[in-house]
Structures are given as C-alpha cells and as structure tokens.
C-alpha cells in the first residue's frame, strides 16, 4: 500500500491491521544507479510504541498463543502467497539493495520452506508430563513469551526477517518488526504479502520501516520480552546492554570472518568457483561470506594463481544486466569505508593479488560498485584479517600443518562458520569437530537448511535459528505439579 509524496508513491507501515502513514518522508536509492527510486514513510518512536500496544493487546485477546493449528493454516498460507507473488518481490529486492537477479531468487525462494517448516513447529511443539510419584502427576507447559521484536538487516531483509518472525509466530507469539530503511519498496510488498494473509488476527503482526532511533523502543519496551536481532557484533553488543535493565531474552546473529581452508589433497577445480561466489555472493556483504582463506603452502601458488583470475574477471554490473555477475554495494559510504580498510591493510603489508576497488569511471561510476579484491598476508594480528570488511575483500594465508590451519582458523572473535576443503577421508570430521564455529561446511560454502540449526560461536551471537532450537528464544517453560482429588498432607 502506498501513500503520495510529492507525486511519487510512498511506502506506508503496517499497524493494528492498517496501512499507516507518518509525516515524516524519505527517499529510497537504487545502489546501482544513485537513483531515487521511490518514497517511504519513516516510523516514528510513537508509531512503535502503537505497534507494540497493538501487538501486546493481540497476544492477551485472540486465539493466536493457544490456537497451534490456527497458527500452522496462517503460516502455510504465508508461504503460499509468497510463491505467488515471488517474481515482484525478487524483482523490487534486486531494486532496492542491488543484488543481481539470481541471488534475489535464491532469497526469495528461501522462505516459503522456512514458513512451512515452522507451520509444522506450531503442530509439533509438546510439553511433556509424568507421574513423579504414586497420585503425583507433573506437567511442563511451553508458552510464547509474549510480543516478539524482530529487527532485520538489509544485506538478505525478506529471508532474515522470516528466519526471525516464523519462530515467533509458530510459538505463539505475536510479533513488532523493524525493517531497514534501504530496502524499503521491497518491505513494502513483503508487508502487504504476510500481512494480509486471511486468517492472520489484527495486531498479531506489525511491520515498519524505520531508523535505530524508533526501534530502541522495542529494546527499552518492558512489554517485548523477546528480541531477534541479525546485524553487526557492535550492534548486538548495545541492544544487549540496553535489554538488560528487562532482563530480555535475545537470540543474536551478528558478524562473521569465515575461514576457508583448503587442504593439500583439495579438489582445486571444483573449489575454486565456490571459494570465488563465497566472496562475491551479495558483493561480500553477507555475516556467512568466505572473507579469510587459508591455504596448504604446497598448493598456495595454485590457488593464488586460479583464484586470482577468477577474481580479476567478475564482472560488476546492475541487477537489470544479464551479464553482471555481483551487483553494487548497498551505498557510496560503505564502498569508501571497504576501499579505507583495503589501502590501510596495503600500507601495513599486505600484497594485493587482486587489488579491485571502486569503479570511478564509465556507465557503473554512480553506483556502488566494488571490484572484488585479493590480499596476502602474513600477520593473523591484521585489522583486515580480523575486522569484518563486509565487502568483497578477501585475504590468504598459508599454513603448513593442520594444527596450525585450525588455530589460524580459530584466532579470531567471530565463530560463525567455515568451510573445510579436503579428499582426505578422516581429515574433514576431525577438523570440523576443532574449529569454533556454529555451522562447518566440508567441500562446500553457504548452506544451509531449514531443519538444521543456524548460529555462532564467540562473538558471532547467541541462540539458534532454523531448526528445532528457534523456538527457544520465544518460549517459556512452566512447570504445573498435581495431586489430583487430594491434598497432599
């Protein structure tokens, strides 16, 4: 739903079960382009202090945290009317923060398994009872916690936001989502999508686009006891702070480094295009993205040699061009932040293999665009070893014995995944069990599945997403002791 602004349709907030509008306006760019593509309504503080109210007021007067099998038709509804609507929603989010046309998809087509997944969550989540005792009977009960606060990045924002709201709703809670402001034409769509699906109860599900300022009041609310949150470290870090005065339960995936170690005994032909997409997939701004490579010395030429051409013939280009392979950055700002992290790591020592940077010239020069970028380094101690860049900057080591690959691979403050490259038989296993890491690939990069949990190590977050655990960060426990037809004397 769309107001105007200034003759150009504005992207409106859904609250309470309505359209909402707010005075206040801005515009929405296309990263490829530096072009305004549209408008938005930006949410005020008191816009999310309606939504929470709406929310609370929901999960306190409809059927939605007692009724299980209302919850699962709602949900697989969702997921429906996602599939129908998937070439608009793939075609506004290659919009709105530039990825090209195949990685859109690949977000898109995510969700709907993730939706149904969690619809038969709702059907399947159970308590359990005993007799402790002779007439003594015990009872545990899982109930939502209440209203859920969702807050969701714009690298991946439909398929994060699902990962985070689906949970929640299948464990009964209802739910207030704050969505990025630079990818606000795609939350649009998203909204009238999951919003209006028939059966979902007003107030259940309140969705906004607005900056930090409006959703710190769902971190300082006393009424929103669940946070969800997908963003940096440093981020997680000061919602957690702040969330502590209510003692919130916070389920957090922040920042990542991922180290990709390749072996002596690594298939190189089949490595090399994933170690090159683990980089370039989003234009490196992904929390998973393959940014440290650690190589076997003895195939370190090979490597440097093969993954350097790889990287050297990317080609950047916008989502509307068949052709690009990593589309632009999400904004100007980010790529001169990328580009100062480069030239520091270059005058501190690192030896560009691939030095990429901005395109300051031609038909992509008012976009975003970063040519991906190689660095070989010595020093594990360097910011560009350990800092997320997210951007696609990647660095090489070598290391020469397994143990030292591990604890290469193991010095840093991140622990959100990597990847193993090896056709040793025992090698994968035995190093996957020493690595620090909440999801290890072996042979491969980037998957994941909806049964499976989904998280990180150290400083990477806390809870789980996917799998059986994501209903923990949004459920209670209650324990009910019975003796029944008698008092126990």
Known sequence: MSATNGGRPAALNWIDGRWTDSPDHDESVD??????????????????????????????????????????????????????????????????????????????DLVPGKLRFNAALALSDFGRAAEVRPGSLSVVLREPLGVAGVITPWNSPVVLTVRSLAPALAAGCTAVVKLPEQTAQVNRLFIEVLAQTEGLPPGVLNMFTSDRDAASALIESPDVPAISFTGSTATGKAISAAGAAHLK?????????????????????????????????FAGQFCMAGTRLLVHRSVADEVRAGLGKRLSAVRPGPAAD??????????????????????????????????????????????????????????????????????PVLTMQAFDTEAEAIALANDSKYGLAASVWTRDVDQPLRVARELEAGT??????????????????????????????????????????????????
């Open 440 to 489: 290890v690939w072996v042979n491969h990069w980037g998957v994941t599945f909806d049964e499976f949990e989904e998280g990180g190590y150290k400083e990477s977050g806390q809870g789980r997403l996917n799998g059986l655990a994501s209903l923990e960060d949004f459920t209670e426990y209650k324990h009910i002791a019975l003796r029944p037809g008698s008092v126990e004397r």
């Open 249 to 281: 339960r916070f389920g957090l995936e922040l920042g990542g480094k991922t180290p990709m170690i390749v072996f002596e005994s690594a298939d190189l032909t089949g490595a090399l295009p994933v170690l090159e997409k683990a980089l370039t997939t």
């Open 322 to 391: 068949p052709a690009s392979d990593m589309g632009p950055m999400i904004d100007k700002p980010n790529v001169a932040r990328v580009d100062a992290m480069v030239e520091a790591a270059i005058a501190a020592g690192a030896r560009a293999v691939v030095r990429g940077g901005p395109i300051t010239e031609g038909a992509l020069a008012a976009g975003a665009f970063y040519r991906p970028t190689l660095l070989e380094v010595d020093d594990p101690a360097a910011a560009v070893v350990q800092e997320e860049v997210f951007g």
């Open 31 to 108: 990263p490829a382009t530096g072009e305004p593509i549209g408008t938005f309504a930006r949410a005020s503080r008191a816009d999310v202090e309606r939504a929470i109210a709406a929310a609370k007021h929901a999960f306190r007067t409809t059927a939605w945290r007692t009724d299980r099998r209302l919850r699962a038709r709602v949900l697989s509804a969702m997921a429906d009317r996602i599939e129908e609507r998937r070439d608009e929603l793939i075609s506004l989010l290659s919009l709105d923060n530039g990825k090209v046309k195949a990685e859109a998809a690949l977000e898109i």
